[in-house]
């Protein structure tokens, strides 16, 4: 253990500093296209253990660098040296009472702080396409903008205060006079050279008047040198650097954004031109329009997508020249937003297009609209080789030459072969994105990449005076090429900056400035092939806040990124060591398989199919007989499970369910549910419908004695609602597969669906009549196993669909707590599991950070961990008045009720209470 290692755990709880190989490769490693591997991972949760940090860094002599998502491009977020990873301590809000200025934590994500803004009509002006996924921290330290914030609400622009840690572990809240007086006087010195340099730089009209011109366009190349010009005050300019720094110049703990308006009425169109020429001279004339968005999309970017479903057939016709323009406005009332509308109209009048502009205000053809813009870039990362990555470079352009600049650049990435790139971009703004596949295995590829960036750089610099980096901050991608944009003035003035804030180079050194010419080039980040089924990855970390297991072991990014290096070791003849010991608890035991990945990623990979696939290549021969003699034997397998539960619930009777939960591991969970019963076939009148009771609640009863067993909830809700229940022959015997196929024997698991198939048709008369299933997971598997075939419902749709039309329903007051669990989340029913509930109840509450539940069949009963950790964040979510909480999906409900201290129970007991006759006079 090194003297820093051992400094860190003076000083940090032990689960905080993180040395094991695996996840220093698999922590280490953010969205860009390099790869450094840390000597340490210090999981920093206050600003004390920030101080400790940075002092044991200072006083071993290594480099810190400070991370947040990892969703950046440029390299910013990657070290050799100490990462300090921004934990959930850091995840801060609070809202002022006017709802106009919101403090914030780099630890919280950019797309929660708008959700709670929501309610009050607001967000933060940076809007990054990743702000599901990326954090304030590194939305301030990038100086992040995206489609609609353009350079007028910015983190720069929109910033009302911050507090900042230097790399001398000194504090600075520029909204605490105590805090502000104090600085003054310990660090005066430094206040006094900014104060200098300000006044230098407005005195030097050239250097001026270059620094105003620099940021009237997008523009995150080198430092915010506009802090120099716009202000005075040397706290002022201190806290204007910070932003865009990149972590290069301290530390950001806290940041006060002013909110900016929401607005609730929107229209987007997709017009259709014949040219780049004329959509960019239709952009020119809508810049002074009163329009939020305008983005632009070149030919290849719109064949990328066209054959995608629900597109308009038009795309497919337009010619090789032709372009696209998406235009959005917005407005607080429907009358604003029709005369904004007029205005584009007015504004575009004479301009020649393929189609005449219509706007819409459907939501649903809107999100068709955006679809085309968004899926640009991942249909180029799905189509790309395996063993490339895919690049997406940022650029910006005076908007008067944006035409000649976007056919320029086109000429060029044909010109070094790149003919799958394309261009779209953030329009009004002249900010461009190209986007293209890169084989950086291979030193002739890395040399036309070299060749291609020096030829962009010029084009952008020399011939129109761009910027190299619009939006995506410069990190390692552009440090150096920082001078060849600035000049050699501007750059010293950085270098000033730098020397000042951070003298013993200790904070992120070799980003955005960087002295070696071929910084660009070096420490290019491997993608070897690996698994089919996740190669297209692309590492972007979009899938990570919707992951049970994040911050516990590993995220679905990370555990490609750890694949990843398996297989390459396995190609090179390398032993997998430690990393593939350890990948067998964190890669492999902790993964819910949860699927929530796909739901984010752009490309659409479930890591959960990854996890499935190595599962069952690890099982031995033992192990794959046993469960394949399970699944022969269900029936058996289910009576012995029911005995067990008796068993359980006897022991616990004499020693209490927390001495028992010890002693099985977590297995056994606090008001374990009783022994399940099946549920007993009805005859009666009505219109037949086919349910089959899975094996959860057949299995797992009610947590309380007494209470109705969930088949036969259901089979009086169906009977009160005039329908004539049929349960399929066998039923008892019979599984979907789902808990074989979670462990990677899929073919076995395929054999119970097939039995289980052919007893739904049989039961249904063929599909004549409709099935219901009361577990989402059993029912999303089975829907896909029988689409074409039989209509599939599970409950809750068909609750809706066909109980509440026939039910008299009493409200209750509620609040009554949901659940949506991963199957429902993925199948997008969740908008009925919500009107179901509405129905029954005023008020509901669907606690925020709270995604999968992380039980996951057995996995709550195994690494009982996971499912603790996906529940932290419920504990704050629920009110002391919230006493229950429904979901569809049995085993859920058992984890939810143990973590929380709350019955959860199906929708179904609320939906029979709700539903029962009431007494007449």
Known sequence: MTQLIQTLHQHLP????????????????????????????AIVESEDEVKAVLAAARQNRRPVTFRAAGTSLSGQAITDGVLALIGEGFATYELNAEASKVKVGPGIVGGEVNRRLAPHGKKIGPDPASINACKIGGIAANNASGMCCGTAQNSYRTLAGIRVMLADGSLLDTEDPLSVDAFTRSHAVLLGELERLGRDTRDNARLAERIRHKFKIKNTTGYSLNALVDYEHPIDILAHLMIGSEGTLGFISRITYQTVIEDPFKASALLFLPNIRSACEAVIRLKPQPVSAVELLDRPALHSVENKPGLPAIMRQLDEEAAALLIEVRAASAEALQDKIAAVHGALDGVATVEPLAFSTDPATCEMYWKVRKGTFP???????????????????PIDTLADATLDLQALLRHHGYHEAIIFGHALEGNLHFVFTQDFGDPAE??????????????????????????????????????????????DLMRKIKRLFDPDKLLNPGVILNDNPHAHLENLK????????????????????????????????????????????AASGEPAGRVGADYAYMGLDTCAGCGLCSTACPVGIDTGDLTRRLR?????????????????????????????????????????????GRLSGGAWKKDMPRAGKAPVARTTQGDPVVYFP??????????????????????????????????????????????LASKGMAEEADRMSDRLTAALLKASDNGRYPVIMDASACSSRMQKQLAGRIKLYDFHEFAVDALLPRLMITREAGPIALHVNCSVRRNGSDAKLKTLL????????????????????DRGFVVPELNHHALRKIHDELPANCACGVSTNRTCEIGLTAETGRTYQSIAYLLEKCSRPRPTC
């Open 616 to 660: 069952g290549r690890q099982l031995g021969d033992t192990a794959r007989a046993v469960n394949a003699w399970t699944g022969e034997h269900f029936g058996t397998l289910a009576t012995a499970s029911r005995l067990g539960l008796n068993v359980g619930h006897a022991v616990s009777g004499l020693v209490g369910d927390q001495l028992l």
């Open 446 to 491: 890395v040399e036309r990449y070299a060749r291609l960036m020096d030829d962009v750089c010029h084009l952008v610099v020399d011939k129109y005076d761009g910027s190299l980096k619009a939006e995506h901050g410069t990190g390692r991608n552009m440090a150096p090429f920082v001078e060849l944009e600035w000049g050699k003035d501007a750059t």
């Open 14 to 41: 032990a689960n905080q500093v993180i040395t094991d190989e695996l996840r220093l490769l698999a922590y280490g490693t953010d969205a860009s296209f390099y790869r450094l591997i840390p000597e340490v991972i």
């Open 379 to 397: 249909s180029v990362g799905a189509m790309r080789r395996t063993g490339t990555t895919v690049l997406i470079e940022d650029v910006a352009f």
């Open 694 to 739: 899975t094996c959860g609640g057949r299995i797992f009863g009610p947590s309380e004695a007494g209470e109705m067993q969930l088949g036969d909830v259901i089979s009086t809700l169906l009977v009160r609602a005039g329908y004539a229940p049929r349960l399929p022959e066998g039923f008892d015997q019979l599984c979907c597969g789902q808990m």
């Open 838 to 857: 509405a129905a029954c109840v005023d008020s509901f509450i669907e606690p925020a950070g709270v995604t999968c539940c992380g039980f996951a069949g």
């Open 526 to 569: 491997p993608m070897p092939a690996a698994e089919d089924i996740v190669d297209r990855c692309i590492e972007c970390g979009f899938c990570e806040p919707l992951c049970p297991s994040h911050q516990l072991t590993l995220s679905p990014r990370q555990r490609i990124v750890s694949v990843r290096e398996l297989a390459r070791r």
